[in-house]
């Protein structure tokens, strides 16, 4: 096994720990993550995230009223995205 094959897995292990972190700090159930939420698990800030929003660059919202929420599937997926070979 290749350190390039343990990568996805290491992001997923990684992402759970991240997940599991904030069930402790978040009322909201951690598949939908505010942009706060969504930095710590990025390693973005917020405002990077919402700058990207902004430009249509950034990975796929949830809009609830005035209220931003991103789901862990849309985050890991655009980071996953992101792999260069």
Same mark, same amino acid.
């Given at each position: 096994m290749t350190l390039d094959s343990q990568l996805p897995e290491h992001a997923n292990q990684m992402a759970m720990l991240i997940v599991e972190s904030l069930r402790e @700090?978040?009322?909201v159930h951690p598949e939908?993550?505010?942009?706060?939420?969504?930095a710590r698990l990025t390693s973005f800030t917020p405002k990077a995230l919402e700058r990207k929003r902004q430009r249509g660059e950034g990975p796929r919202y949830l809009k609830i009223g005035k209220s931003i929420r991103y789901t862990l599937a @849309?985050?890991?997926a655009w980071m996953e995205a992101g792999y260069v070979e």
């Open positions: @700090d978040s009322p939908y993550l505010n942009p706060k939420g969504a @849309d985050l890991r």
